[in-house]
Nanobody
Framework: QVELVESGGGLVQAGGSLRLSCAAS???????MAWFRQAPGKEREFVAS????????DYEDSLKGRFTISRDNAKRTMYLEMNRLKPEDTATYYC???????????????WGQGTQVTVSS
């Protein structure tokens, strides 16, 4: 079992950047890790995921080129670099850890509490 804590959210103007971090309470080497987001009134949606050994990544198609996921197993931390942010990126961003490299939130057993990202126009 692992506990996850997100940080780095905040208010940013459209076109700006943010870097989110997800710190784990224990080793993350064995986990596939992912970022999801949820806007008010909407379902939680997949943002990006990353495997450990190969560094294999997956992104929601519309976010490719703007968002970059990475991880540092030694620091037990995952990151999400978000560039050229848009108002529609406004949401609570969650990190998750699991044993399958998938895009469905129900497949991830471990979740952080979320960090709010607000992009103003």
């Amino acid at each position: 079992q692992v506990e996850l804590v997100e940080s780095g959210g905040g208010l940013v103007q459209a076109g700006g950047s943010l870097r989110l971090s997800c710190a784990a309470s224990g080793p993350i080497d064995v986990y596939a890790m992912a970022w999801f987001r949820q806007a008010p009134g909407k379902e939680r949606e997949f943002v990006a995921s990353i495997l450990s050994n190969e560094g294999l990544t997956d992104y929601e198609d519309s976010l490719k080129g703007r968002f970059t996921i990475s991880r540092d197993n030694a620091k037990r931390t995952m990151y999400l670099e978000m560039n050229r942010l848009k108002p529609e990126d406004t949401a609570t961003y969650y990190c998750a850890a699991g044993f399958r490299f998938v895009t469905t939130p129900n497949s991830y057993p471990y979740w952080g509490q979320g960090t709010q990202v607000t992009v103003s126009s």
